[in-house]
């Protein structure tokens, strides 16, 4: 299979979750000392045990996966993920358990540097359990960070705008959703909430077809024509302030920024059919969808949003 991704031209990923073994697993028949421990007892989370990368032999271990991986089959990206919480620490070889999650934290930062200095061209996604280490020891060294698995894409919106504030827009990755049933409004919807940042693209990509199949077409040929090459340098800002996630009656906005270009997105969820900002905006115009009717009209100190319908989302160039 990942023969014929590289065929295709693509770049072959696998999604890893190192850090952990299922408690039933044959990595698991490895002695204590390969994971934490609290009063003498191995901690199990999610019927994982987690991994303490203070152990070199944890690390040895797990360099021979990762060089498998990427000499004999190929890969150049890992999704690495976290489902677990480790904020109980391990008490085993340290005066407290926080010294050793600690220690364990930097010890994982030291071999997430061995490895990018083996394979530098090595992409490596952060996920982070829904967040839990969404920071910059870990983006400090990989690239990507996904945002949130959440498939409710009325709800992503509200946690992008909230994201963004934490990540830059050149890492932040946003999944899209759009389901089998996806309509044109749905699928454009789900696009727009990742394309100001970096888009992730999910959903049921086979069976979508028709309008919402042009609309997913459409947004990343706008993404790649026009978008993607600001968001190195683009500042988010944000015309509405932060949102109320639980407030499906308010519209969400969120704007960026970069050297001669400036985009806002506005998504109309349940509310009102008008959308207003306070920007100066005389010669705004839709960037996408521009074919489902939605409207902007531009004045010296207030850029108003018609929305034709409920549960649609735009892009605009102001």
Not at 58 to 87: A, C, E, P, W
Not at 131 to 148: E, I, N
Not at 274 to 302: C, T, W
Request: with cysteine.
């Amino acid at each position: 299979m990942l023969d014929r991704v590289k065929k295709l031209g693509m770049i072959p990923g696998l999604w890893l979750e190192p850090e952990v073994a299922g408690a039933r697993s044959q990595l698991a028949q490895q002695p204590d000392s390969w994971f934490f421990m609290r009063h003498g007892k191995r901690v199990l989370k999610n019927s994982r045990y987690l991994l303490d990368f203070r152990n070199p032999a944890v690390t040895r271990y797990l360099d021979q996966v990762i060089d498998r991986l990427v000499h004999d089959f190929g890969v150049g990206y890992f999704k690495m993920d976290y489902n677990v919480d480790s904020l109980q620490g391990t008490d085993q070889n340290a005066d407290s358990p926080g010294q050793g999650l600690l220690d364990h934290n930097r010890a994982l930062l030291a071999w997430l540097d061995g490895i990018l200095k083996r394979y530098p061209d090595l992409v490596i996604e952060n996920c982070g359990s829904g967040g839990g280490r969404m920071d910059y020891a870990m983006l400090g060294r990989l690239q990507v960070q996904s945002m949130t698995d959440q498939e409710v894409y009325l709800n992503l919106p509200g946690i992008l705008v909230g994201a963004v504030a934490a990540v830059l827009p050149e890492q932040l990755a946003i999944w899209t959703y759009p389901l089998a049933s996806a309509d044109a409004d749905q699928a454009s919807f789900n696009m727009v909430t990742a394309m100001l940042c970096r888009i992730h693209q999910s959903g049921r990509l086979d069976k979508v077809s028709g309008a919402a199949a042009a609309q997913v077409s459409n947004s990343i040929r706008t993404y790649k024509d026009v978008i993607r090459k600001h968001i190195p340098e683009a500042v988010p800002f944000y015309p509405m302030g932060m949102p109320d996630v639980t407030n499906r009656e308010h519209p969400i906005a969120l704007g960026m920024r970069a050297p001669g270009w400036t985009a806002v997105a506005v998504w109309r969820l349940e509310g009102a059919a008008d959308v207003e900002l306070p920007l100066a905006a005389p010669h705004a115009r839709i960037l996408y969808p521009n074919d489902l009717g939605i409207e902007v009209q531009g004045e010296d100190r207030k850029l108003t949003f018609r929305f034709p319908r409920t549960r649609m989302g735009c892009i605009a160039l102001i």
